[in-house]
């Protein structure tokens, strides 16, 4: 079965930390795989999409891994800050069509 | 553009009634998706479509169903409501299946 698993569930974490969220998948015969991040009480934001062929994406203080061969992704947050505060979310896509999502890292950043 | 929105935004029935939830968006996206989020168990698809006219089924598509009259709009019925089916739910559409762009959600309590 195709199942997405992130660890840990929950992290907090001072002001200014470098930090690393996790996301493993169970089949490397993976079409791509995705970042999100969510809001409390809100929808989900795209932050990053690697595409099978990739191994990273950068966007800003966000750099996402990926290493199809062990089934791992890693989204790493540098210089971590409070607005940074929300649940992260690892989505893989094994066909076309759709996306197996985790159960997320909720993130807290402390001032 | 308002991207993907999702009517209502909050919903209480009693056991057995039924209700539709409408998303809708305006950026000509083929592929729509339905979502449900529940604690501890991430984004779960009930159902998709690659197209007007085209409906699928996703992971937990029993009880509920879909209809795709109009590109812009995908409609979730639920023909008779169940307290399993509290839950919030979340739709999504994009262009090529790739990167998807999320509505706020709607919040369902199924009493």
């Known amino acids: 079965k195709q199942e997405v698993t992130q660890i840990p569930a929950a992290l907090s974490v001072p002001e200014g930390e470098n930090l690393v969220l996790n996301c493993s998948f169970t089949?490397?015969?993976?079409?791509?795989l995705q970042w999100f991040r969510q809001d409390p009480g809100k929808g989900l934001t795209s932050l990053l999409l690697?595409?099978?062929?990739?191994r990273e994406q950068t966007s800003g203080r966000l750099n996402a891994s990926l290493d199809k061969s062990s089934g791992r992704s890693t989204l790493y947050i540098a210089a971590s800050q409070p607005g940074d505060s929300a649940t992260y979310l690892c989505a893989v896509r094994w066909d076309t069509d759709k996306l197996i999502f985790g159960t997320g890292t909720r993130l807290q950043v402390f001032p | 553009n308002a991207g993907v929105t999702q009517t209502p935004k909050f919903r209480v029935l009693k056991t057995g009634q039924s209700m539709t939830l409408l998303c809708a968006q305006d950026m000509n996206h083929e592929y729509m998706y339905w979502y449900r989020q529940d604690p501890g168990m991430g984004l779960r698809l009930i159902h998709y479509s690659v197209g007007e006219g085209t409906t699928a089924k996703g992971e937990v598509p029993d009880g509920y169903n879909v209809s795709r009259l109009k590109k812009q709009n995908f409609l979730l019925g639920l023909e008779s409501a169940a307290p399993s089916q509290t839950s919030v739910y979340f739709c999504a559409s994009s262009s090529s299946g790739v990167k998807q762009f999320f509505g706020p959600g709607t919040r369902l309590t199924v009493l």
């Open positions: 089949d490397s015969a993976i079409y791509n």
């Open positions: 690697i595409q099978s062929s990739q």
